[in-house]
């Protein structure tokens, strides 16, 4: 397989994970290039083409974990379970992109991380943990307090708020331009 | 009606492991299965966390994709194959561009410290433009800022706007900058206790359409007490040099939500 076939296969998906975790669209672009970049460097260690996005994933978490080493890590106790956001099987339920993003940035690099494998991944916390080295019990810990994060902000009052405060702080320019598709 | 809410941590953990529409809840080791089959409370928790998951399984990959990503993404690797093509492998080339992007800048600031005063071709790429501005910021004495105009009582020409992903800081001021680049340039200087924070240098039209459509809240080059970056917008070459670190560069950068472009 050539770069230029793996670029074209997978570019989209890369951006798309990258954007999830950086929350930037020029650092999200800027992951997606640094990965193509490494995977061109060592296409011959990818043996079986239909492992390549799996393959190009890890690269990008490698990445995105280079660019967040100097963050402090916050400890599990900082985030709470939450199972009284779980929407009633009655309510619909409108995820909206923006918001979503926003409290993505809000979680720490380990709980974003997690999040993102297990909702655009779909990785189970087996796999999560075989991924990032960790034990699979903190593994699941930050995976429960993350998605109950999201949860309380996309889904609650409290949290409608607390991301219309966030939206508020954000210079105007941020409001004022669209995202090209 | 379940009332009592679920207590155990062990038991959400498990719950919220599970993927929407696997098979993840009869997993032995999370043991679900026994309790599910027994509590009809936590069953239909399990059901209607299983439905919001999907939600946001589904919201999760929506995300825009860049117009001409593939192709900066290809011009990015064909450039990074470039400079080194007459002494090394392509192999090598690539994994010493990957592994010291960084020193690659500052050579190529070096390089140019060797060449200061003569003309030579207008670089196109990254680290190279990067050099030549840096090393132009820090030939620029103060008396430079202090000679531009101030923004809010006169204007630049209308071909050299300041950049919407920049902050507009009280009293910037504006001066030309001939030679840079190139071309003609414009440059905005950011103050900060009455010396020069840092400066946007803005010329007409970008060197390549490989630069990247917004500046990265990390700036591209952090060296010798600078943080720079360079990027294209409306068809503009930008470049902002901020003395200081990364928190020096992000409070004149804003959050971005799009490209530019």
């Given amino acids: 397989m050539d770069i230029a076939q793996l670029v074209a296969d997978h570019h989209q998906a890369v951006y798309r994970y990258a954007y999830r975790l950086t929350g930037s669209v020029p650092d999200a672009e800027d992951l997606t290039q640094q990965v193509f970049l490494v995977a061109s460097d060592k296409l011959g260690h990818l043996r079986n083409e239909g492992s ?55 979680l720490p690099a380990g709980f974003r991380i997690v999040v993102v494998m297990f909702y655009y991944e779909q990785l189970s916390y087996r796999e999560m943990a075989e991924a990032l080295d960790i034990p699979i019990g903190t593994v699941m810990s930050r995976l429960a307090r993350a998605k109950g994060q999201l949860r309380s902000q996309l889904l609650s009052k409290d949290g409608e708020e607390d991301i219309a405060g966030r939206r508020a702080e954000m210079p105007a320019v941020v409001h004022s331009e669209s995202r090209q598709g | 009606m379940c009332s009592d809410p679920i207590r155990d941590e062990r038991v959400i953990e498990a719950l919220e492991a599970c993927r929407p529409g696997s098979d993840d809840s009869a997993l032995p080791e999370l043991g679900l299965s026994d309790l ?16 919001a998951d999907f939600q946001f399984q589904a919201a999760m990959s929506d995300v825009p994709v860049p117009e001409g990503l593939q192709s900066r993404i290809l011009a990015r690797l064909s450039a990074a194959n470039e400079p080194l093509a ?7 080339r690539r ?20 060449w200061v005063g003569m003309p030579g071709p207008t670089p196109h790429d990254e680290a190279g433009i990067l050099a030549v501005v840096c090393r132009q910021f820090l030939q620029e004495a103060e008396a430079d800022f202090a000679q531009g105009r101030l923004l809010a009582e006169s204007q630049p020409p209308a ?4 950049s919407r992903a ?3 800081v009280p009293d ?24 020069r924070q840092a400066t946007l240098y803005v010329a007409a039209a970008p060197s390549s359409e490989s630069l990247r459509t917004r500046p990265p809240m990390h700036p591209i ?11 294209r917008e409306d068809g503009r070459l930008y470049v902002l040099v901020v003395r200081g670190d990364i928190r020096a560069y992000r409070r004149l950068i804003y959050a971005p939500s799009g490209p530019l472009t």
Avoid: M
Avoid at chain 1, 76 to 91: G, W
Avoid at chain 2, 40 to 51: F, N, S, T, V
């Fill in chain 1, 52 to 106: 390549a996005r799996s393959w190009l994933y890890a690269i990008l978490r490698n990445h995105f974990f280079k660019l967040r080493q100097k963050e402090r890590p916050t400890p599990a106790a900082d985030l709470r379970l939450n199972i009284d956001s779980i929407p009633q099987k009655e309510d619909s339920v409108e995820i909206d992109q923006e918001r979503l993003q926003l409290a993505l940035d809000s």
């Fill in chain 2, 36 to 51: 599910l089959a027994v509590d009809p409370c936590l069953r239909e928790l399990h059901e209607r966390l299983e439905l």
């Fill in chain 2, 86 to 92: 007459t002494t090394e492998g392509r192999r090598s």
């Fill in chain 2, 95 to 114: 994994r010493w561009l990957i592994s010291a992007g960084g020193l690659a800048a500052l050579a190529a600031s070096l390089f140019v410290a060797f």
């Fill in chain 2, 159 to 162: 071909r050299f706007p300041l």
């Fill in chain 2, 166 to 168: 920049v902050a507009r």
């Fill in chain 2, 172 to 195: 910037i001021r504006w001066r030309a900058v001939r030679g840079l680049l190139g071309e003609q340039v414009i440059a905005y200087d950011f103050p900060a206790a009455g010396s």
């Fill in chain 2, 221 to 231: 080059q952090s060296t010798g007490g600078l943080s720079a970056s360079v990027w």
